[in-house]
Structure formats: C-alpha cells, structure tokens
C-alpha cells in the first residue's frame, strides 16, 4: 500500500504531466487555428481531414468541432484494441486541442471577439511573407507535440490509427504515418484546388509546403524526445591514462571511470578512460589529451541525456 508521501510525489508528477500535456495542445491549437487554415496549408493526420470539411462546407464546419467527433469512434476503436491505459490523457489530449483551434479563431459561443488569425500581424505574414508564417505554424506545431508525447500524452486522431495497426497487424508506426500523412495531404490538396481556394498560389505548391512542414515537425519532435546535444562523452585508450585521468578529475573538475579492456592487435590488457563533459569542455580535454599523450586513441560521442552529479537533468 502507497505511503502519503508516495502518493502525494505521484498526484505532483500527474499534475505536472497534464499541464505539459495541455500546454502543448494548446501551442497544437494556435499553430492550426492561426498560421495554418487560413494558408491553406495542411499538417497532416486527422487535422487535414478536419481542415478539408472547412473549406468544402464554406467555414461553416469549425475545424476543431469537426476533429473532435471525428475522434470520437477513433478514441472508442484505440480503447477496445489498446485498453483504457491510454484513454484518461488521449480524451483530454484531443479535447484541449480541438477547443484550441476554436478558441483563437473567435468560434466559441461568447467569445468571438477573440479572432488572432485576422490580426494585423498574421494577415500581414499570409499576404507578405508566406515562408515565415509556415515556419513559425511548423515550429509551434512540433513544439506542441514533443509536449504531448514527452509527457506520455496524446491528442488521439493518427496516434490511434498507428497505434492499432501495429498491434493488429504489425505496421510499423513510422510508415503507416508515411502512407497515411501523403493521402490525406494529397486529397486536401485536390478540394483545395477544385474550391478554388488557394488565394492566388498553385494548389500542388501548397502541398510541397505541407511536406516541408511535416519534415519540419517530425525534427522538432525528434529533437524534444532525444534531447539537443548538450554534453559529450568520450572513451579514451592511452598508454598514460593515469596522467590523462588526473588531468580530467584535477584539470576539468570531471569524474572519469576506469574500464578494463584488451587490445586486440597486440592482445595486452589497458584501462580504458570514459568521461561525460559538456560541449564547452571538449576542447579542453583535446587539448589535454595531446598534451599527454598525442597518440592516444579517442572516441567523442555526442550525449542527449545526463542523469547525475555534475549536470542538470532535462524536463
């Protein structure tokens, strides 16, 4: 049975997690409701689909009233093939970020004074600068959903699909997004050229757009769940590795683990040097390494994550 402590340590991570995981719906939100319909550029998944209802029924079906049903028998279908461990996050998840991208575009009851997408700055980006204004949808997008999935979160749509055909049939996710992203981007673009609605722009050019912007989005992602690059670690074999560990525990302030290892070419047993530094310090430890001992033999790899003293844990 969980102690109070425990369950006040868990109830603290769950709050946590579900204000990350709103935040980043939210950002979802504003990046499709503000930068994105009203370019006529599609992000893909189940949000195309809800932007392609908008612009066949003349902006009558909000995007976000329509993405929510639409995930409805999705949520249901993920809940009977995947169980209910996902159900809590994703139905919140998918709730938030469809209320979102009513929200900024004035289409909830009571609040249509609130219209960020007519502003001066947005039209003035649509009209002038349509690069940019795709960029910056594409980065508010990723950033949102690196939030929603680093905190085990999701906003239901394309996540259930993928997720049931890799149980079912074994599909892995990656490529069923693939197949699925190009469709759907593809028939959007197909309404957006037979409604006339590309404001001046060839409508298969928008798709190379929408392209760009996955590929930009699946970066950032990659980026948020990896983490940047922020230390390096280094294997160092050395006939002097006594003097290069006193150089990187005295020198750089740094811990150092000793590895028992055998060369292979010569069959003699060394000590192997690994150590964790940040970018800053890599130069330093070069420059001590050929100092000490010009043909030691150095690997440098680049680190996502470091959990210990001496670095910050990533959130």
């Not at 900024?104 to 700055?121: C, D, K, Q, V, Y």
């Not at 690196?146 to 906003?155: A, E, F, H």
Request: hydrophobic residues 50%.
């Amino acid at each position: 049975m969980m102690t109070h402590k425990q369950l006040v340590k868990i109830t603290r991570k769950n709050i946590r997690d579900y204000l990350a995981l709103g935040t980043g719906a939210v950002l979802m939100g504003l990046s499709i409701s503000v930068f994105l319909i009203d370019a006529h550029v599609v992000p893909g998944g189940i949000s195309t689909i809800a932007m392609g209802l908008y612009y066949i029924s003349g902006g009558s079906i909000p995007v976000g009233m329509a993405l929510w049903f639409m995930n409805i028998p999705l949520f249901l279908w993920g809940t009977r093939s995947l169980g209910m461990g996902f159900a809590a996050r994703t139905i919140f998840g998918f709730t938030v970020f469809s209320l979102s991208i009513d929200l900024f575009r004035g289409e909830l009851p009571g609040l249509h004074f609130i219209r960020w997408n007519t502003s001066a700055t947005i039209l003035d980006l649509l009209h002038n600068d349509f690069f940019f204004l795709t960029v910056i949808g594409a980065i508010l997008l990723g950033v949102g959903m690196g939030m929603v999935l680093k905190n085990r979160g999701s906003i239901g749509g394309m996540d259930v699909i993928t997720a049931v055909l890799q149980r079912r049939y074994g599909i892995k996710p990656g490529k069923s997004i693939i197949y699925l992203n190009v469709i759907v981007i593809l028939a959007a673009t197909f309404i957006i050229d037979i409604k006339g609605i590309a404001q001046g722009r060839p409508p298969y050019s928008l798709a190379f757009y929408a392209f760009m912007l996955t590929f930009i989005i699946s970066r950032i992602v990659d980026m948020m769940l990896d983490g940047f690059d922020y230390a390096r670690s280094a294997l160092i074999i050395s006939d002097k590795c006594d003097l290069i560990k006193d150089a990187i525990l005295n020198d750089l302030n740094r811990g150092a683990t000793a590895i028992k290892g055998r060369g292979l070419y010569h069959n003699t047993d060394r000590d192997i040097i690994m150590t964790v530094i940040t970018r800053k310090e890599l130069p330093a430890l070069q420059e001590k390494i050929e100092a000490i001992d010009p043909k030691a033999f150095v690997v440098i790899s680049t680190v996502h994550e470091v959990v210990g003293e001496g670095f910050r844990r990533r959130t």
